[in-house]
């Protein structure tokens, strides 16, 4: 049977949310977000997790999240380190920002060598995600993917968020543009684009499905994003840019994993009660037992 990875990306720093929103109590018995992300992988047949931290916490999360499943699924990490540049760059003076999702999964070359799906450590993207994505490389998927989300069904109802708003064709991903400042806005749905939304509209939330081939176009993509914009204290490599270049330039394409699932995650500090209770609400219905992990 094919082994397949799941990637964590838990090395933000919550500058919206006012700190480690990772490590964040959400269910009835103390578990995180990421808690449920990984018993819905481990369900799915996932056989490894990859945590991308920070150093300075990797004790704290150990503690709190890791140990309650370590003898569950193997656990590795890998850590993301703003110093941490190809030969020849140098991290610029004040700049305090990570460098973005690309460097984190870059950083975690090393550790996977087999199809991978990475995640956004604090986003909930429910069961069927995850075993659409194990299924989909247990079967005969060899390209890239991506899990799409209805963009009705990822807003939140205290501030804008930014999505990766997508175009579709035949089944693969033709675009994803950032879209900053998306908010419900009567029966439409407002952005920093002057576009029409109607909620129907595919959107990346950051659940992709990987090959290793892509720490190669990472390695390579990098080094041309530090010479254009390594030397500014807030450019991000961010991974959606990375795959819609790949797409661009006919290099790879992207299977699209279509999701009905109502996505939620905890951008503001508000969110975080709407979270407990839609967690509990799954709890409640059985989907979950509690305690998570005994």
Known sequence: MQNISLLVMAAGMGSRY????????VGPNGETIIDYSVYDAIRAGFTKVVFIIRKDFED???SQVTDKYADKIKVEFAFQDIYDLPSGFTCPDGREKPWGTGQAILASKDLIQEPFAAINGDDFYGKDSFQAIADYYKGDGASFSMVAFRLENTLSIFGGVTRGLCTVKDGKLETVIETEDLQKTGNSI???RNIELDGSEPVSMNMWGFTPILFDYLEEKFVEFLGEEGHELRSEFLIPSVVNELIQLGQESVHILPSAASWFGVTYKKDRAYVID???RRVDSGAYPTPLFE
């Open 18 to 25: 006012g700190g480690l929103k990772q490590l964040d109590a």
């Open 190 to 192: 407002s952005s920093n």
């Open 60 to 62: 704290q999360f150990k």
């Open 278 to 280: 839609q967690i509990q």
